[in-house]
């Protein structure tokens, strides 16, 4: 069984844009800390912060 994380339908589509290596996503980013810390997806995280 594989553990998920609830995300709204833009930050799943960000995820896959900009991680889009499904084994490095499985291996190295695979909770909501991860994510935050992957490069790309932080100032992602920054961006969407403030659009709403």
Request: contains cysteine; glycine residues 4%.
């Amino acid at each position: 069984m594989r553990a998920t994380i609830g995300v709204c339908r833009d930050c799943h589509r960000a995820i896959h844009d900009l991680a889009p290596d499904e084994k490095e996503l499985g291996r190295h980013y695979n909770t909501v800390e991860a994510l935050r810390e992957h490069p790309k997806l932080s100032r992602y995280l920054e961006w969407a912060r403030k659009q709403k």
